[in-house]
């Protein structure tokens, strides 16, 4: 066979670090110290193409500072936008919390994997967040809501330090009107004009009692909230699947390359975010 006669491909294979440009369409004041930030792709075919899952995650790049992930906070139900909530702690969020409507940013994702969404079908389900902890949740509630027939009873059960730390209040209303659906909120401490409950999730959470028959609950918040609602549903009967969070502590390129997020034999970045209380006990206790 002759040189002229073997035939030869090229294949290109797309740089993961290169990011999709992405403009900020609104930027939502959500606390004093976090905003949410609807953003659409430039490119009309990838804004209709795209899709995700609930669960999943993005690194958004501000250029000229860096970059960083963020959970995908909208739902895949809802077309042609994404949404990340960010909490001023850093330089690549201080950069975010600057920017305007109308800003370039760049988008890699999506990241990761999700919440087994197919498995809580005809469940009843226990949303447990607090504080910017809500958001990775916000993703997941919003699709079980798009999708209201394919699951159980929805209980949500949200804290913050005070009233003006709960993110997506503007929900609120569509949130506990939504059928078989209730919204249960509690503040660390008492504050005039708070009707509601005053006290730490976790503890919260063992004064409601939830029935762990037939049943899911699925929690994200500060760590130390994390802890103890944790073990408070396993006192309360959860089994360890099910019961599910999401980690996006120590992230940073999302594709498992850097090593940042490593914790025993699983990447944080691609083997989770998402995971069961199962697989977190097969890790070190690290996070």
């Not at 090229?10 to 004041?29: D, G, M, S």
């Not at 899952?53 to 909208?74: H, I, M, N, R, W």
């Not at 509690?186 to 004009?193: K, N, P, R």
């Amino acid at each position: 066979m002759t040189t002229s006669s073997v035939e030869t491909r090229t294949i290109r294979l797309e740089n993961p670090y290169i990011p999709k440009l992405a403009v900020v369409e609104q930027v939502i004041t959500e606390t004093w110290d976090t905003k949410t930030f609807r953003a659409v792709f430039r490119d009309a075919d990838l804004r209709e193409s795209f899709t995700y899952e609930p669960g999943q995650f993005q690194e958004v790049s501000v250029f000229g500072v860096g970059e960083a992930p963020f959970c995908l906070t909208s739902s895949p139900t809802r077309k042609g936008f994404i949404e990340f909530s960010v909490k001023k702690i850093g330089s690549v969020t201080s950069a975010l919390h600057e920017i305007e409507e109308g800003t370039v940013i760049g988008i890699r994702a999506p990241l990761g994997n999700w919440f087994p969404y197919e498995k809580f079908k005809g469940k009843d389900l226990w949303f447990i967040g607090g504080g910017i902890g809500m958001a990775p949740l916000r993703s997941l509630l919003n699709f079980c809501l798009d999708n209201r027939k394919d699951y159980g009873k929805i209980y949500i059960v949200y804290g913050a330090r005070t009233s003006a730390d709960l993110c997506f209040k503007y929900e609120f209303d569509q949130w506990q009107s939504s059928p078989d659906t209730e919204l249960f909120l509690t503040i660390d401490s008492e504050e005039e004009g708070w009707d509601k409950n005053v006290g730490f999730v976790p503890q919260y959470v063992m004064d409601l009692k939830p029935s762990p028959r037939n049943a899911i609950a699925i929690t994200c918040g500060p760590p130390i909230m994390i802890k103890f609602t944790l073990k408070n549903l396993e006192e309360l009967g959860f089994e360890d699947d099910q019961v599910w969070t999401t980690l996006e502590m120590k992230m940073k390129c999302g594709i498992g390359k850097c090593g940042r997020c490593n914790i025993g034999h699983k990447y944080v970045c691609v083997d989770g975010p998402v995971f069961s209380y199962a697989q977190l006990k097969e890790l070190p206790p690290e996070y």
